[in-house]
């Protein structure tokens, strides 16, 4: 029913090839296989990592895609690519978006059927001016989406963790009252969300109730956890930079309801796939440890999938 996968950006180290056949060999149905463009020089942490080189996409290399899959029995649950589109630099903001439509060309000739990315934001401006840029920018983007017949799904990250990214943080899909808002401008339904419940957690929202009242934009789940430390918060407060209170976590390792989670997914009838994002600094350590979190994170999970 639910297709268990995980993000490629955590096998960074590793091509294409291997990737999949980690995936096939290990009892996951799909992975959502990053394609940042090959020559970037994004070195945020999990950015930068180009598993599939939309770029370049011939019939050949297409061929040799889909023989790489179907040996491991794995597909591909989505084209990942998180830039910010609505960077204040307007060089940077245009090659992003630019690349955002390859990648959603790309998916179309390969035949997956979802991008996964972010709306972006400029961090020093307010919601309501980030909304106003979003709909200058985002409604060409999901015309090529429409042309293509491929699903959007905006992570709802709010991408502040750091100082560079205060203080409004790089993405504006933060909360439910955004994606109406967000909906509203873009009524289109292949526009939706790429749902990770851990950021509900931190910015101390029901991470279950989004489940329910977005069922029909839920177009690819990540499964992270998030630790709220009580202690930290009440030191700091939540108007301190995120991270100095809470940890992404493995599934199970934080304070997401996962019965609960999975129960919500299962009320709504998802049928999407499931996709395991391990961004737990305590497992970085070696490849031993990243592949380690990855198979500790799949049989958490496993016990509510069968």
Not at 28 to 50: H, I, K, L
Not at 166 to 187: C, H, Q, T, Y
Not at 231 to 246: D, F, M, Q, S, T
Not at 289 to 302: F, H, P, W
Request: hydrophobic residues 40%.
């Amino acid at each position: 029913m639910l297709k268990l996968g995980f993000n490629s950006a955590i096998l960074a180290d590793f091509g294409f090839e291997h990737v999949v056949q980690f995936a096939g060999n290990n009892g996951f149905s799909c992975v959502e296989m990053m394609c940042w463009p090959a020559d970037n020089a994004d070195s945020r942490r999990y950015a930068g990592v180009t598993h599939i080189d939309v770029s370049n996409l011939t019939d050949q290399k297409v061929a040799s895609i889909r023989h790489t899959l179907s040996e491991a029995g794995v597909f591909i649950s989505a084209l990942g690519y998180y830039p910010n589109p609505l960077d204040p630099d307007p060089n940077r903001s245009e090659y992003y978006i630019e690349h955002i439509k390859q990648v959603i060309r790309g998916a179309a000739k390969l035949g997956i059927p979802v991008v996964t990315t972010f709306i972006g934001r400029d961090p020093s401006k307010s919601i309501k001016d980030n909304l106003a840029r979003f709909a200058d920018v985002w409604p060409a983007i999901v015309k090529v989406a429409e042309e293509n017949n491929v699903k959007i799904g905006i992570e709802n990250c709010p991408m502040f963790f750091t100082d560079d990214e205060w203080p409004g943080g790089k993405n504006l899909a933060i909360s439910p009252a955004v994606w109406d808002r967000m909906f509203e401008m873009i009524p289109n339904p292949l526009f939706g969300l790429n749902y990770d419940p851990s950021h509900m957690i931190w910015q101390m929202m029901d991470e279950l109730l989004p489940i329910y009242n977005y069922k029909s934009r839920l177009h690819h789940v990540h499964l992270k956890d998030a630790k709220v430390y009580k202690n930290k918060l009440n030191n700091v407060g939540i108007l301190a930079n995120p991270l100095e209170y809470h940890s992404p976590k493995l599934p199970g390792l934080g304070d997401v309801n996962w019965r609960g989670f999975f129960a919500a997914l299962t009320d709504v009838r998802y049928r999407g796939p499931v996709v395991i994002e391990v961004e737990d600094k305590a497992y970085e350590g070696n490849i031993t440890d990243v592949k380690s979190a990855i198979l500790t994170s799949r049989n958490y999970v496993n016990q509510f999938l069968g």
